[in-house]
């Protein structure tokens, strides 16, 4: 099952307005991958794409969890340029054109059938485009919160990778992300127990950590990370 609503959308949203330089540093991964024509996965409310909305010639938003869908009908129900899918993967998938980018965060992680998913998007993608994947990264983080939204697995780039190649895609750009992330995740939701991050420590952890993180990874390639993150590309 995709998140959307409840406990499944927590990670999209992860603190709320508390996590402003965490929702920026996602729109910084994935922006320079994203082409003129953009499908999102588990679009929840849609904060995530409209923030591409500007630059897009067509969006197509979807997700599987009525009430965001609802929503989303409302927020684009004057906007042509803007499809609204009810989509839970894997399935085929009735798109009103290909589009030359996809992306998912925090969507391939409660599918079972990964592969699947992955080859559906594929075929609804143009040659040559990408497919943008952000996945929470490694089993020793997985806890509570893990199963309490819903994953199936957190990954690795060995992991993500192998899934990648047998839909027949590409992986062009594959590595792990937000290190220091990665271990304060540990300390406070693995090994701390906690259920769920507390927003004051997210406050804290947005504020002070996020920024250090993203100096780091622009030096240095970290070897282990909060998330892995994927662009994989449809073959020609």
Sequence with gaps: MQPAAGDGALENHLGGDEARNYRKYEYETVAPHVGRSLLEIGSGLGHFSEQFAGRLDY?????????????????????DDVEVIDLELPAEIDIRQKVDTVVMMNVLEHIKDDVQALRDLASVTLPGG?????????????????????????????????????????????????????????????????????????????????????????????????TVFCVARVPR
């Design 59 to 79: 969006l197509a938003v979807s997700d599987n969890d009525p009430y965001c869908v609802g929503e989303l009908r409302k927020r684009y129900a004057d906007n």
């Design 130 to 226: 990408r497919i943008v994947i952000w996945v929470p990264g490694y089993m020793q983080l997985y806890g509570d919160f893990d199963r309490k939204v819903g994953h199936v697995t957190r990954y690795t780039p060995a992991t993500l990778e192998a899934s990648v190649r047998e839909a027949g895609l590409v992986p062009e750009v594959l590595k792990p992300i937000n290190f220091l992330g990665g271990i304060a995740w540990w300390f406070a939701v693995r090994r701390g127990g906690a259920g769920y991050p507390d927003p004051r420590l997210v406050k804290i952890y947005d504020r002070t950590v996020v920024p250090v993180t993203r100096t780091i990874e622009r030096l240095v390639r970290p070897p282990f990370g909060q």
